[in-house]
């Protein structure tokens, strides 16, 4: 439960979002559409940004990693294949009484005494239920609240003098099988399948159904043949993908977290299974202790793969503007990951909605995964589509022979365990997954494997998210008059902030000032996001771009005109929006001034 000033800070951060134009509800003038959101001219800047970052730290920065940009209507066999149709799916509970829908996990366990009823009749008789039924009553609250629910429970079943038969009573201690919000009992859980379905054609029949992705990742995993082909990789290698994505979340919540329209930022990063590496290098290198692992060396197996992508991942968060304490590394336990994962670092941010901890400390809510998948991805899609989804390693071919052969019987050994595991835990006869897995060793002694890989999976909506909390801050600033007052300033990094200067005129009613200011506008326009704003008090302006983020401004004074004399001619007054400490500058130095800054 948020406590009064978490409340309240997410109210002024969900009014000035709204306010400055980061973020609407969607269809608002129809009610709104819960779950659905928009993004205002600012917030779409910063979204634009959060994913600019990510694919420049991705892909062009690396040589290592290509791009994709896939459908995200795709054949339904593909979500067979990942297990999407089958098991992604969430546990949900219903309301007796309201019908309100709870994810079964988040319903909050709740102390106090349960009335249970076998049933009612109405006054007269002619009409009764024999449904039982039962309510939860807080500590506290009169026995005749419990009552009141029960009665508009059979109500509901057409007994409308309802008169509650067989009342009695047990004490409860953190109970989940009732509402919240009423008391009343909640249905038993049962599972919902999260993909957003639709029709593909005219006919909107079972053959034609099709889904909204769910995610972004398995585009890269079918296109990956086709990839390798036209890219020139090879393993080590990685595919990234910005997308829309669609779950039908139960329980939308907690502003734009979790909404069932988001973008993902997913990176596949495909590797040689620890076997081949050991085969060609003789051993696996190991991590020898915690934080960056550095340059990415060819005997890294799974292990060092996984730790440098945690770590590049937390050194992006920390260049665009997160410190590294508002960041918690969660390590998923052994019975959270999924079958086939090795390990999952969870990057959690420490919204102002997230659960404390004992000590009071704010735990964090994921923001991305990164995790190490082993073969399963592209496996299942070798058996689903019956197209082989193993690369040809050269290296490993040649290095194969001059391994020795008591190495070569473990490896090949090891590798074929891992196969039939894998082979019959997904649903193969122990006979045919023992055929195909001796095929799968005896394919890796000729340079053959399905790769691995490594997902750093995030979600950009959220990080827009992450970002507006950390940047939102309240301080002391003097108003026009001198007078102090409280200032609300998003402290953007400049790297990502929305706009990146404001240009203002001291004067809007002098013509040369304004001519000027245009003239810097434009000179500035080409390299970044600039904004112009000439209407009302400068202190005024400063405080609007203060608001919406922008870390810098650039005021046009009759010293840039030259009136104070010509050492001052053609220079600028340039404020930062943090320590709001002014300098002068000249405008030809201007534009590198600020490109120095926000890249
Ligand atoms: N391919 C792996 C995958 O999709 P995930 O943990 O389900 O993993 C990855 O999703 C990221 O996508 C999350 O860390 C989160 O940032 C974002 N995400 C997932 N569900 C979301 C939702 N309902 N609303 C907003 N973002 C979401």
Redesign the pocket.
Same mark, same amino acid.
């Given at each position: 439960m948020a406590d009064a000033k978490t409340a309240e800070l997410m109210e002024k951060i969900v009014s000035l979002c709204k306010r400055r134009g980061f973020i609407f509800q969607s269809s608002e003038i129809y009610g709104g559409l819960n779950g659905f959101w928009d993004y205002g001219p600012l917030g779409a800047e910063l979204k634009r940004n959060i994913k600019d970052a990510w694919w420049r730290s991705m892909t062009l920065l690396r040589e290592d990693v290509v791009g994709l940009e896939a459908s995200i209507i795709m054949h339904p066999r593909i979500w067979e294949a990942s297990g999407h149709t089958s098991t992604f799916s969430d546990l949900m509970v219903d309301c007796l009484l309201t019908k309100k829908r709870f994810r079964a996990d988040q319903v909050e366990p709740q102390n106090g005494v349960v009335y249970f009823y076998s049933g009612a009749t109405d006054g007269g008789a002619d009409k009764e239920s024999k449904d039982s039924f039962s309510v939860l009553l807080p500590p506290g609250k009169p026995p005749e609240s419990a009552r009141k629910v029960a009665r508009q429970f059979y109500q509901q079943r057409g007994v409308e003098n309802a008169v509650l038969v067989g009342e009695r009573t047990e004490p409860a201690q953190n109970t989940i099988r009732y509402n919240p919000e009423n008391g009343s009992l909640l249905t038993d859980p049962r599972p919902f399948n999260l993909m957003l379905k639709t029709y593909v054609g005219p006919v909107e029949s079972e053959d034609n159904k099709s889904y909204l992705r769910? +995610?972004t &990742?398995q585009a890269i995993f079918v296109q990956f043949k086709n990839v390798l082909e036209v890219s020139r990789q090879k393993i080590p290698f990685g595919i990234c993908q910005i997308g829309k &994505?669609f @779950?039908n979340?139960i329980n939308?919540r907690n502003y734009?977290? @979790? =909404? /069932?329209e988001?973008e993902?930022m997913?990176l596949e990063y495909f590797i040689r299974p620890d076997e081949a590496v050991e085969a060609i290098h003789g051993s696996v290198a190991k991590p020898s202790g915690p934080g960056h692992p550095g340059e990415p060396q060819p005997n890294w197996g799974w292990q060092l793969w996984h730790q440098y992508w945690v770590e590049e991942r937390f050194a992006f968060y920390e260049r665009i503007g997160l410190p590294r304490t508002s960041l918690v590394e969660y390590w998923q336990k052994q019975d959270e990951l999924a079958h086939y994962a090795r390990a999952t670092v969870?990057i959690l941010y420490k919204f102002p909605f997230s659960k404390r901890d004992d000590k009071g400390e704010l735990m964090g809510e +994921? *923001?991305?995964?990164v995790?190490a998948r082993s073969d399963f991805d592209l496996s299942q899609h070798q058996r689903f589509s019956g197209k082989s989804m193993a690369v040809f390693d050269e290296e490993l071919k040649t290095a194969w022979p001059k391994v020795a052969e008591e190495k070569k019987a473990e490896l090949s050994k090891r590798y074929f365990e891992t196969r039939r595991n894998y082979l019959v835990k997904t649903g193969e006869s122990a006979e045919k997954g023992e055929k195909q897995a001796r095929e799968d060793a005896d394919g890796l002694a000729k340079g053959y494997y399905i790769p691995h890989v490594i997902?750093p =999976?995030?979600?950009v909506? /959220? *990080?827009a998210l992450a970002l507006i909390c950390n940047a939102y801050s309240e301080d002391e600033a003097p108003d026009d008059k001198g007078k102090m007052e409280t200032r609300v300033a998003m402290r953007f990094h400049p790297r990502i902030a929305p706009t990146k200067v404001a240009v203002f005129p001291l004067l809007k009613n002098k013509p040369e000032l304004v001519k000027k200011a245009r003239e810097v506008l434009e000179l500035l326009r080409p390299h970044m996001n600039a904004f112009y704003d000439e209407a009302g008090a400068i202190g005024r302006r400063y405080r609007r771009q203060d608001e919406a983020g922008t870390p810098f401004g650039v005021t046009i004074d009759f010293d840039t005109l030259g009136e104070k004399g010509p050492e001052l001619k053609d220079t600028v007054t340039l404020r930062e929006r943090d320590t709001m400490k002014q300098e002068r500058v000249k405008i030809s130095e201007l534009a590198p001034a600020l490109l120095a800054r926000i890249r």
């Open positions: 769910p +995610e &990742a &994505a @779950r979340e939308p734009t977290f @979790r =909404s /069932r988001f993902q997913e969870d +994921e *923001l991305e995964g995790a997902e =999976s995030a979600g909506d /959220r *990080l």
